[in-house]
């Protein structure tokens, strides 16, 4: 994939934050798995004011993301004790608006802790839902695990994954990880919420295993073979003010 055809002009670097910093965390024993998707099929699920992010083949993706949050607080470097780390299972497809900001638009986020639910759905809009979640590791081998309680339809999802060397990521790699921030849909308006953070540590990681539903719960139907998966160890991130788009 030509690198003029995908990240020319592309934010590679993240956009400092202007404003005041709203929360502060690590995204810690991440994991990212991408299956393609059609456009169309999806495009229902983008607030007004946003679309499906098109790559240079005229296909978009899902990106399924286990993780743990850690150190999460308000402002800067104000971790909440005990309800600031957390793990978490992501269902992502990728936007942008017409400023051209490129974002994320979350189908589902699970969580375990349920305390996260009423203030990120009230403050971002984001889709957050309570599960049973863990995360165990062997040596180079991840097991991630999520059984959703509610609400939304049950669902569950386990990856194991074998963590490898670090990478030099690819062009779509870049284009599907160098996301500054979130659009969602809250009180009727279409926000954007910006965030920062120095680029991921990437490792090739090989998936040993995947028995997932979270994908298809989210009315999701990827379309072809995934991308190789990528783990990293995490980075620090910091979240801005939520801007209205429309």
Do not use: K
């Not at 229902?44 to 679309?51: A, I, L, M, S, V």
């Not at 999460?72 to 005990?82: I, L, T």
């Not at 849909?185 to 919420?193: F, K, S």
């Not at 994908?215 to 999701?220: E, F, K, R, Y």
């Amino acid at each position: 994939m030509e690198t003029t055809r995908l990240l020319d002009g592309y934010p590679v670097d993240a956009p400092r934050l202007t404003g005041p910093v709203l929360l502060d965390q690590r995204w810690e024993d991440l994991a990212f798995v991408h299956r393609p998707v059609a456009p169309a099929a999806v495009a229902r699920f983008f607030p007004p004011g946003t679309r499906p992010d098109i790559d240079a083949d005229g296909r978009t993706w899902v990106g399924y993301v286990p993780f743990r949050m850690a150190g999460a607080g308000f402002g800067r470097g104000r971790p909440v004790p005990f309800f600031g780390s957390f793990l978490e299972t992501n269902v992502r497809l990728y936007s942008v608006d017409d400023a051209g900001r490129h974002g994320v638009v979350f189908r589902s986020l699970d969580t375990e802790r349920l305390a996260v639910l009423p203030f990120a759905r009230g403050v971002f809009g984001t889709p957050y839902l309570w599960a049973a979640m863990d995360l165990t590791r062997s040596g180079d081998v991840l097991t991630y695990t999520t059984r959703r309680r509610f609400p939304g339809p049950p669902a569950r999802s386990r990856l194991v994954l074998r963590v490898g060397s670090v990478v030099e990521p690819t062009d779509l790699e870049v284009w599907l990880t160098a996301r500054w921030g979130l659009h969602s849909r809250l009180r009727g308006r279409t926000w954007w919420v910006p965030n920062e953070h120095d680029a991921w540590p990437l490792h090739a990681a090989e998936v040993l295993a995947l028995d997932d539903d979270l994908v298809a719960a989210a009315g999701v139907r990827p379309e072809g073979a995934a991308l190789r998966a990528l783990w990293s160890p995490g980075v620090r991130t910091r979240f801005g003010l939520p801007v209205r788009v429309r």
